[in-house]
């Protein structure tokens, strides 16, 4: 790497501060532009397992709602708006953040100066990642960033040692403004117009621009496009390709759109390697929306779709109209389903107890003696997870280990470190499960043998739900993860596809045909792959 006090003026002041652990989350970077630019080129040299990731936002043209879902994605978060990040941040143990330094140049070119500043105020208070923005004195959203904690380097400066540049700290009610050195007030910069009515225009056009136009035009709904990429937006924005943002609007339109949308996006999302069978999202009346999704299920053509207070509701898979409810005693929210192949559905509670609920037809004895052993079990120990074939009971605990309760005997396996956060279960050939954890890996597992070695897939975020199934093109697994990705596995041809819906996912479900059934907060959603 080339010196750092030849290759920018100011730089060995903004390393000293980066490598600095009692200097302040936020460092104000003014004077000359192109420094952060550098230091997001150069990324970081230390070699520890825990490395700091070094994250570029540029915020030209941005809004406070752009932002946010940039900086969400960065940290391997789901946010639909500023204060989402802000509130995950705050609450969650995401180790990824504390490794993260955000680097957000032009400050004065967003589209929003003073609402990005608020929020990345808010972002520095909490103390979970640290920030390098590009800001100019003097102006309203400097002085947002100004009243807090902070470090301000001069990169026009070029002093001498490893303070050389450093303005000093800045600490509430005590404002340092730096030095003025006659630069304009930031501007927004002026986001070019684009038709956002067009599906085809929007499909194709810069997302950042897409985003800012909607946020600036609240009260046209531009026939449907507008809520659309409001609920999927931050993976509209991630997405590589138009046909891909096509098949992410398409997926969350609601049924009130302009009908010459949906045609118009099936058509922009041909590219795509997914086509979407039907979606329910909220507000949606024909059929409804079944609200909110916890957690799902799909037996024998049909969807068990649990909601938030632990209503399970019967729902067509081929089409999501609504077919009655599950008459349960649960009392709460519903973590799992797991229906058995006599018609029995088990449930998971939140607080890890197991909850039976019998078939139309009188259970074998050997039967009812199983998931009587299991539910005394969980009493004593609470289960995190879920699953049921034929003749077994697999639970997963918040140590790592899947236990799978069996007519031959229990066999178990420690396949995760921290808690089991899913479990599914295929009645193929050779039965095996699968397995999710906090440690973000999926692993594979038959009961009486050795785990395979190798995770089937291993991402950096907590696994939050999985599904699997015997189909038509063989054994399929679906997973999602805590920052909104869903993949769908195909085992026999050793591959697999990701789908990114937007918001956050909570419930996959595979159906028997391979058809991958996806529920969240605002959406229920089903697609297939071409």
Same mark, same amino acid.
Do not use: K
């Given at each position: ?16 501060w980066l490598? @600095?652990?009692?200097a302040?989350?936020?460092?104000? *970077? ?15 040299r ?5 490395r700091?990731?070094?994250? !570029?936002?540029p ?10 879902? =940039? &900086? ?13 990040? &802000? ?6 143990? @995401?180790?990824?953040?504390?490794r ?6 032009a400050?004065?070119? =967003?589209?929003?100066?003073?609402? &990005?500043?608020?929020l !990345?105020a808010?972002l520095?208070r909490?103390?979970?990642v ?15 960033l =100004?009243?807090?904690?902070?470090t &301000? ?8 040692g $490893?303070e ?5 700290? *800045? $600490?509430?009610?005590?404002a ?16 070019s117009?684009i ?16 985003t800012?136009?909607?946020? +600036? ?11 659309a990429?409001?609920? =999927? ?8 390709r138009?046909a /891909?943002?096509?098949l992410?609007?398409?997926?969350l ?20 390697p ?18 909110p *999704? ?5 037996? $024998?053509?049909?969807l ?10 019967l ?6 109209r ?10 709460? +929210? ?7 192949? /006599?018609?029995?559905?088990l449930?998971l ?6 909850h039976?609920?019998?078939?139309r ?23 995190t997870?879920l ?8 639970v997963? /605990?918040?140590?790592?280990?899947? %236990? ?6 229990? %066999? ?9 956060t ?8 050779t ?12 692993r ?5 043998? /050795?785990?395979?070695?190798?995770a089937?897939?291993?991402r950096?975020?907590?696994v939050v ?10 054994p ?6 805590g ?5 769908? %596995?195909?085992l026999?041809?050793?591959? #697999?596809?990701?789908? #990114? ?6 419930a ?12 969240m $907060?605002?959406a ?7």
């Amino acid at each position: 790497m080339p010196s750092v006090r030849a290759e920018r003026p100011g730089a060995a002041a903004l390393l000293g501060w980066l490598t @600095n652990p009692d200097a302040p989350r936020l460092c104000l *970077v003014t004077g000359g532009t192109g420094l952060l630019d550098w230091l997001a080129r150069y990324g970081p040299r230390d070699a520890g397992r825990r490395r700091t990731v070094r994250a !570029l936002v540029p915020l030209a043209g941005r809004s406070a709602l752009g932002t946010a879902w =940039a &900086v969400a994605d960065h940290l391997g978060i789901v946010a639909p708006s500023p204060a989402a990040v &802000v509130r995950a941040l705050a609450t969650s143990e @995401n180790g990824r953040a504390a490794r993260t330094v955000l680097l957000l140049p032009a400050l004065h070119d =967003a589209a929003e100066p003073e609402a &990005v500043a608020t929020l !990345l105020a808010e972002l520095a208070r909490l103390g979970r990642v640290r920030l390098v923005v590009e800001a100019r004195p003097g102006t309203p959203e400097y002085e947002v960033l =100004a009243r807090g904690r902070v470090t &301000v380097v001069d990169a026009d400066a070029d002093g001498d040692g $490893d303070e050389g540049g450093v303005e000093g700290t *800045v $600490d509430a009610g005590g404002a340092d403004a730096g030095r003025d050195d006659g630069a304009e007030a930031g501007c927004p910069v002026p986001v070019s117009p684009i038709d956002l009515s067009d599906p085809a225009a929007v499909c194709a056009a810069d997302p950042v621009t897409v985003t800012t136009g909607y946020v +600036r035009d609240p009260w046209d709904d531009h026939g449907g496009l507008r809520a659309a990429w409001m609920r =999927a937006g931050q993976a509209l924005c991630a997405a590589p390709r138009p046909a /891909d943002r096509a098949l992410g609007l398409l997926a969350l339109l609601g049924d009130g759109a302009d009908p010459r949308l949906r045609p118009a996006l099936a058509e922009l999302a041909a590219g795509s390697p997914w086509t979407t069978r039907w979606s329910r999202v909220t507000g949606d009346v024909a059929p409804p929306w079944p609200g909110p *999704v916890a957690a799902l299920a799909a037996p $024998d053509g049909m969807l068990l779709v649990a909601d938030l207070g632990g209503t399970v509701r019967l729902l067509a898979a081929a089409d999501a109209r609504p077919l009655g409810r599950l008459d349960h005693p649960v009392g709460g +929210r519903v973590t799992a389903l797991a229906p058995a192949p /006599d018609g029995t559905v088990l449930l998971l509670d939140e607080r890890g107890r197991l909850h039976t609920v019998p078939g139309r037809e009188p259970r074998a004895p050997y039967l009812h003696r199983l998931t009587e052993a299991v539910t005394a079990t969980l009493t004593r120990h609470p289960g995190t997870a879920l699953a049921a074939i034929a003749g077994s009971v697999v639970v997963g /605990d918040r140590l790592g280990s899947v %236990h799978a309760f069996g007519l031959t005997g229990l %066999h178990q396996a420690a396949l995760h470190s921290g808690r089991v956060t899913a479990v599914a279960a295929v009645e193929s050939e050779t039965p095996f499960v699968c397995s999710g954890g906090s440690d973000g890996a999926v692993r594979l597992w038959t009961p009486g043998r /050795d785990p395979e070695p190798d995770a089937l897939r291993r991402r950096p975020s907590p696994v939050v739900a999985l599904s699997a199934a015997e189909t038509p093109h063989g054994p399929v697994v679906a997973a999602a993860w805590g920052d909104g990705t869903v993949e769908l %596995h195909r085992l026999e041809r050793r591959d #697999r596809v990701g789908f #990114r819906p937007g918001p956050g996912v909570r419930a996959v479900a595979v159906t028997p045909d391979g058809g991958l059934v996806v529920g969240m $907060d605002e959406a229920l959603v089903c697609v297939a792959l071409r």
